[in-house]
């Protein structure tokens, strides 16, 4: 296992769109987070999992966005009738069960809305 | 909520210089902090982690400092280089989660050849 997968890494959409993206985590990894970086910016919390269980949601993921993991294994986030604001880079991470110990990020996947 | 903080924004140096790298959190009460870099484009590559109860990490010519009293963590590199030239971030997370990292907004360096 190479580290954490995410795909595509790049993605264009029309606004009023939807799109998912995938995200496979490192093997045996139990919890799995998505984050949401903007240009300048340090990446934003979205959402944790715990094997397959969300456990926590920030407010900035609206209703306008889900996220899934089933089987506790790769975990896809769809963004539903996109806006330019959604233009980021989202991105994935995921670490062992254990609470003090790495977090391991993707490569990203690149969204604009146009 | 827990806001970091990253200084300088932005850091230019000639290449064999020692710099560092400074990152502060208003919560003290944290789990872990973590150092990574990012070139640009990219995501990020995990370089430090340092738990609560430890005071330092040192990978290669990598150098990081927790001090959780006055909620503060310094990255040192010693003799940079032009492929050092990345974004570094730091994050931590809380104990009363434990599951979720703050990130500052991250150290823009250039190593100068």
């Known amino acids: 296992d190479t580290g954490v997968s995410q795909n595509p890494r790049h993605k264009i959409t029309k606004r009023g769109q939807n799109v998912t993206f995938r995200c496979d985590p490192i093997?045996?990894?139990?919890?799995l987070y998505w984050y949401r970086q903007t240009l300048g910016q340090g990446p934003e919390f979205l959402t944790y999992?715990?094997?397959?269980?969300?456990?926590?949601k920030s407010r900035l993921l609206s209703d306008r966005f889900s996220a899934e993991r089933p089987k506790g294994s790769f975990s896809t986030l769809e963004i539903q009738r996109t806006e330019q604001g959604d233009s980021a880079m989202y991105l994935c991470?995921?670490?062992?069960?254990?609470?003090?110990?790495?977090?391991?990020f993707g490569q990203g996947t690149r969204l604009t809305v146009v | 909520k827990q806001e970091v903080t990253q200084i300088p924004a932005a850091l230019s140096v000639p290449e064999g210089e020692n710099l560092v790298l400074n990152c502060s959190f208003t919560?003290?009460?944290?789990?872990?902090l973590q150092w990574f870099r990012q070139d640009p484009g990219k995501g990020l590559t995990s370089l430090l982690l340092?738990?609560?109860?430890?005071r330092e990490q040192t990978s290669g010519r990598l150098n990081a400092s927790l001090d959780k009293s006055s909620g503060r963590s310094t990255l040192y590199i010693a003799a940079s280089q032009p492929g050092d030239s990345a974004t570094y971030l730091c994050?931590?997370?809380?104990?009363?989660?434990?599951?979720?990292?703050?990130f500052g907004t991250g150290t823009s360096l250039t190593v100068i050849p």
């Open positions: 340092i738990q609560s109860s430890q």
């Open positions: 994050a931590v997370s809380l104990s009363n989660t434990g599951n979720q990292f703050y």
């Open positions: 093997s045996e990894h139990n919890r």
């Open positions: 919560d003290s009460a944290i789990y872990n």
């Open positions: 999992f715990q094997n397959e269980a969300q456990l926590e």
């Open positions: 991470a995921s670490s062992t069960g254990h609470r003090n110990t790495e977090a391991f």
